[in-house]
């Protein structure tokens, strides 16, 4: 069981090519893909897709969200100075 798409975890030795290379990596197998997720709502299902998406060596899926919204999901914050950042973050919590 993985998923290609935490291959964004390569700092932690994550290898995308085990899971889109499988077949080669391990003989016959079956490959499922698991589209549904309980862990955020649809609007940070669809903002991740898009950012993961890009990388052309990930397996194409279609995430659905099983979790409704309960407020909003995405927020952006622009500070002027990296030495602000920590501030707007205790301010914003």
Request: hydrophobic share 40%; net charge negative; charged share 20%.
């Amino acid at each position: 069981v993985g998923d290609d798409w935490q291959s964004i975890n390569r700092f932690a030795g994550a290898d995308v090519s085990v899971m889109t290379g499988f077949s080669e990596w391990m003989g016959h197998g079956q490959v499922l893909k698991l589209e549904q997720t309980f862990r955020c709502p649809q609007a940070l299902c669809d903002a991740s897709s898009h950012f993961v998406s890009r990388n052309p060596a990930q397996i194409v899926k279609e995430v659905r969200s099983a979790s409704p919204a309960m407020g909003p999901v995405l927020q952006a914050f622009q500070m002027n100075r990296r030495e602000e950042v920590q501030d707007g973050v205790r301010q914003y919590l």
